[in-house]
């Protein structure tokens, strides 16, 4: 998985709403359309944004890991399962109508992942903050989204903690399909635990240092949020409105 | 004096525990005192801070009897894992440091100013554009003490603050908890490096299963 990649593309400069509305809008384009031509230029529409934020090489491997099985998946419950007219694939009857759903649902999973996959690289938990403080949004909701962004890596590092020391006392991690299954249990296990106990603590620690307090906090270096910024965020906006309102009216693609 | 803070027979009992962590609690602290808190693994010395801080049972949970009462208007605590004190929401230490300040709601350069200076009084200034991430335990726990001092606090509380320290660098942050009594501070450290903090501190409590067994003057308290 992927968790924030320094860097100066635009996507990085840019003000941390920008990206996260442009996801947002990638999310509701690909469901406003129902087609699989206009489905998937949403989905050429999230590789140019990944290529913006210079992350596509890093969000692609990820991407797939999660999509390909969920194509795979469609495929066969919409293609053999569909209704006609079918093709034959071999000694399968595939049908079309099935494929063509298989390839909107495909398209859906595969660009909401490319966008949130390259918000999570390309938009900085601490900037992120700091333009919720200035906009006075409550720290407790500021916490809940950028503690989901930063989730991944930290789970990652603790992974590695864990599997370095269940190593060192003897767990090995090869051998047979069943011998790695049975390797899991004391992978999870202390996983589980620590991060639960890791909740607990962190939460008391953030309350200590007055992370519940009422009343505005201070944004020590919050982003500007420039006009193309805005502008941007505007033509997502309309975007998806006039997306919406195609299909509402019958017209949409 | 007003007390920071006083307990009268306050005894404290985690959720679910079947025995209390403190029983029959009485003793009082004075502004700008320097206490030491002693004893055995579990005699509750950690707790001692929790509920001196207001955080037990406020955010813990459990149940509190007797009277505990603290005249501090802003206390602040490190506990002895710096790892997990972290926010985990900032790239830099500057932006970890002044996070207890900016919960104030100061002006900018104010909470700026506090975390300047309180990354200067650890000896950590040169660390204030590293990553939290990246540093070391000794310097984290230096990092996580300048937290605490960057919210002003009229109460500080420190459980074990210099387990991750080397001996420099333990010298020196005892020095400082003198400097800041002098300043009015209130300070109540637990710990088990008594030597030093024999140094430091006007007075001791020793603890022995939740309960006060000792109280006077550091070299025969914790001997």
Do not use: K, N
Not at chain 1, 30 to 59: E, I, N, S
Not at chain 2, 22 to 28: H, M, N, R, S
């Amino acid at each position: 998985m992927i968790g924030y990649l320094p860097g100066r593309s635009a996507v990085h400069r840019a003000h941390p709403y920008t990206p996260l509305a442009l996801a947002v809008g990638i999310f509701l384009l690909a469901f406003a359309f129902r087609t699989p031509g206009a489905v998937w230029l949403v989905v050429v529409a999230a590789l140019a944004f990944a290529a913006m934020g210079g992350v596509l090489g890093a969000v692609l491997r990820p991407a797939a890991l999660l999509a390909i099985p969920t194509w795979v998946l469609l495929s066969v419950l919409h293609g053999l399962l569909g209704g006609p007219p079918h093709v034959a694939l071999g000694p399968l009857l595939f049908s079309v109508p099935g494929g063509e759903r298989a390839l909107v649902f495909g398209g859906r999973v595969t660009a909401i992942l490319l966008a949130f996959l390259t918000v999570l690289a390309t938009v900085s938990p601490g900037r992120l903050v700091e333009a919720m403080t200035a906009r006075g949004v409550p720290f407790g909701r500021v916490y809940l989204l950028v503690s989901t962004l930063t989730v991944v890596p930290r789970l990652r590092v603790r992974v590695r903690q864990i599997v370095d020391a269940q190593q060192c006392r003897g767990l090995r991690l090869g051998g047979s399909p069943l011998a790695r299954l049975r390797a899991l249990g004391p992978l999870v296990v202390p996983l589980v635990l620590s991060a639960l106990a890791e909740v607990d603590e962190q939460a008391l620690a953030l309350d200590v240092r007055g992370g519940s307090m009422a009343g505005g906090r201070t944004a020590l270096d919050p982003p500007e949020d420039r006009a193309p910024d805005r502008a941007v965020r505007w033509v997502m906006l309309l975007a998806v409105v006039a997306a919406y309102a195609a299909r509402f009216l019958g017209r949409g693609p | 004096m007003s007390a920071l803070p006083r307990f009268d027979g306050c005894s404290y009992r985690y959720p679910g525990a079947d025995r209390p962590a403190l029983a029959g609690i009485t003793f009082e602290v004075g502004r700008g005192e320097v206490v030491a808190v002693g004893g055995e693994v579990g005699a509750g010395s950690s707790t001692l801070l929790l509920v001196a801080g207001g955080y037990a049972p406020r955010l813990l949970g459990g149940a509190l009897e007797g009277t505990r009462a603290c005249a501090a208007m802003r206390p602040a605590i490190v506990f002895a894992t710096p790892w997990t004190q972290l926010t985990g929401l900032y790239q830099t230490v500057r932006g970890e440091v002044a996070f207890g300040p900016a919960s104030f709601g100061w002006p900018r350069e104010r909470v700026l100013a506090h975390a300047r200076e309180a990354l200067a009084q650890v000896g950590a200034a040169h660390l204030a554009g590293r990553d939290p991430a990246t540093l070391s335990g000794g310097e984290l726990q230096r990092v996580i003490v300048a937290g605490a001092l960057a919210m002003e606090p009229d109460l500080l509380l420190l459980d074990d603050p210099a387990a991750e320290l080397d001996p420099a660098g333990a010298d020196t942050l005892y020095a400082l908890l003198a400097r800041l009594a002098a300043t009015g501070v209130t300070v109540l450290v637990a710990t088990p490096d008594l030597d030093r903090v024999a140094r430091v501190a006007s007075r001791a409590v020793r603890l022995d299963a939740g309960r006060i067994v000792g109280d006077g003057p550091p070299t025969e308290v914790l001997a």
